[in-house]
């Protein structure tokens, strides 16, 4: 392609509206362009890099045994009511036709692709199924941000298994567990693995897969040992019983002015590990009242799950003082009508230091299930590096990572809220075990930028570089140059090489410039200056260095590099 | 592919919604699905002919020079605005985000791309530019018919042309053109091109391209010459001067109950080219008065065009009796306060036969001009066969066909509403001359099936198989047969040719029945009886008669049918 026929121009200006680097580089090197709130046009050279990434996660949907098929995006609101999802969804587009039924944008297929399978299964012998489709989906966020990144319409592969058993099942979600680590590694990405929380799309478990990077969105604990890794949405860790003795007679103790965990503990004597923190919620327009052990943070996605409400949010104080708390020194002995939640460590230590619901006093010597019962005991603590590994007993890591890749284990969930059954050979009807495995397109790629990028632009890997080459004849008013860049330029493509021809009549910087915001992995650049050394220069996107290559071998040389980097 | 494994199931029953035969088809065959009333979803086997018509698409758009993008779904409704096509286009789909903000699902994509080349083209050196997506497009339609014919969302290409100048338009009309005409050349598909209105898209001119089929919802008028072809929307002929002698004075005549052309005509004696014909309209609201040569019908298309309407409609009888018109005596003649609308054959015509408005009463020798002046002259005659041609003076032909593309020349009339301006040479500023090319991929798939089936099933062409060759063996429990059948599939296979095995233990009738409904061009057949020859039965599906072909001939056999078909 010859840039002075390519559409898209680079721009120098740092577009304001955008905050993350990707966002600002797409922009800049005229490959994205925003249409409304989180919505954007892809330009040539950003479509090139989407194909690439979708061919290979074609290929390897395809090499699991994957079969391909469409599903449409306007769907009847009906089936969405049908899972409760019209209610726990809250980023579904909705709209009504001319008719004035109610429609839904897909966000995701769950329900469309079950009503198919439900007409097209019948037997264990039509069983497993993996059906995928690559489409475009809509989600309207409420802060959709990051240009790709967290985009309101986007282009999704989405896959669905259909299994008999556990067994079946398990294998399906081994092969797209390869098959996403695969996608990631053929992209030139590394990419980890994670544990991770369902969310709206539910079910069982799920992991995301993760590119590393401390612009990513999300905190990720992992084990050095290797034998663990979660999101910290969903991270787990060892809680230690912590003997505070035999349990003790509840004690006031006056403590003025001091509503935080830290003066409390400093001023009474006793670790923040024996101490009680209470934190207050509004769930879906309940008052919650959780208690987690002082030296502990209570993680507010835990917290929605155990409650399994739509909405939680931070009470105001006017909210606890209504509920009959006194901030600062609320304390859930005696606490009367209110919803108790409390992580699984404070069942775990004896002797606790509680707020006394009075000002400025709090009690010692709390005990659970002697002085208070929670409503719900279970985990809800947000784990932090230093903490235990639940596996291996070593202490986690952090690190931050923008999720490229979701798979869940879904159960039956679908398809006993749609009725989607097989007779198994004894003709005995079972739901079918369902999974689901989610990879955006467009945030894979603006992932890839924030990964490889410098001050300069971008640095495409080279398996979703939209171009290969990027040949940059300097001074092209001189004849030789000129005339020696086009048969190049043929000799490339004949050669098999993608290859992008900056023909215009620039100087050098403007055209330097371009090249490295454009980021194409490979820069030929030929010139008077090589040309007296009957040569051009050859230069990694990636590298410094640049190497003087003779013109007859230039095609061989840039497909050594092509194929060294794709086999490394 | 093996159908054991294959999703989608075969049905013997006509499905009730179904009026297309490519509709029953499509859904016997399992290869669609509804999802709600004009939305399916494509399964794995349809799917794979829209990607091989898309793929012939999109060869043939970047041979033009075409540069591939992709443009958003959902589009700020105030781009519409701007156009005023949210008025003009009454199958938008409309819906309004979290913040209210109001959106439109694309129907086609002139707002966003003109305002996306605003930014990324200033002079005529960025010219011209050919622009295109292979996408998902959605449209309202208040009559969704014949499944995939007229789906409300649909997969389209959709190229946008933009020149600095005519010639240089023409150029870009031409090569799509050609583009155009082989896409359905290579898709096995005979086209023609035919003259078209312009409809919702707007512009100058445009042009259809038809699959010809009597189940085809278009007339089409063409010239057995081949100078001249016209959906009937659009289509002229040649009026002639009609010569009622020099004019006379007006007279009344009785009529007794004679409302139609024929009875008045014999009763008086007068051919039907010498009266008037009446026909009475609602234009967004409006009464509007059509006259027209007596032997001609009006075409709506075109009057609405003449009146600049959106909507249209014939008037009711109590209507024209508001409008102080006597049905069936009605006459231009004296009307007053009426929007008069007359055909060009009106004035070619002396001493016409017209109403009276009077019950039972016509008048004689009514005169354009002298007797009353139209508010338009223009031609709104609905072509038939046997009127002449305007280009050579045949008689012109009838047929029906489907439309499969539509080509437009847009002119400046988007440029100029969005100020999509280029610098010329000399530092002025034009608007860009722009033109679009459609072409949707579900329909052209039906299309391909309403022209190619029989009592049976579908009959593919070739190059949009969803497989070449439907390999089926028969009486599987015979081990050589089956022994046989896997060797042929995996020889078939490693030569490159797309195979589905029918590995399934069905009765040969079951697997010869879903062989012809889902119509895969070549069917290898194996069995005890073709063993004992030695050889298979290669038989094509729109062929009666079967060639026993030796086992080590297959592939090699099958390959010649393949590229005698393609190259033929």
Redesign the interface.
Known sequence: MRI??????TQREIPAEAELISHQLLLRA?MI?Q???G??????LA?RV?NKIENIIRDEMNGA?G??????????LELWQETGRDQTMD?L???T??RE?P?V?GPTHEE?LT??VI??VQSY?DLP?L?YQI??K?R?E?RPRGGLIRA??FHMKDLYSFDVDEAGFNESYRKMQQAYTNIYDRCGLLSMMVEADSGAIGGKESHEFMLLTESGENDILYCPKGDYAANAEKAESVKEKIDGGEPLPLEEVTTPGMTSIEEVSGFLGVPPNRTLKAVFYVADGEFVFAVIRGDLDVNDIKLQRALGCYELRLATEEEVVEAGLVPGFASPVGAKGIRIVADDSVPAVNNLVGGANKPDTHIKNVNYGRDFIADIVTDITLVKAGDTCIRCGAKLESTRGIEVGHIFKLGTLYSEKLGACYVDESGESHPIIMGCYGIGLGRLMAAAVELNHDDKGIIWPLPIAPYQVYLCPLYREDTEVSEIAEKLYSDLKNGGIEVLFDDRKESPGVKFNDADLIGIPIRVTVSPRTLEKAGVEIKLRSEKDFELVPLAEVTARVKQIIEGTSSS
Chains 1, 2 share one sequence.
């Open positions: 002075s026929k390519l559409f898209g121009k005229g362009s249409v409304a709130t919505v954007y046009s892809y330009l040539p479509w989407l045994g079969q391909e098929l469409n599903l449409p995006v306007v769907q009847p980023n587009f909705k709209l036709d001319r039924r429609l944008l469309v009503q198919l007409r097209n012998r199924k059906l489409q475009v809509f309207d409420a309101r319409e």
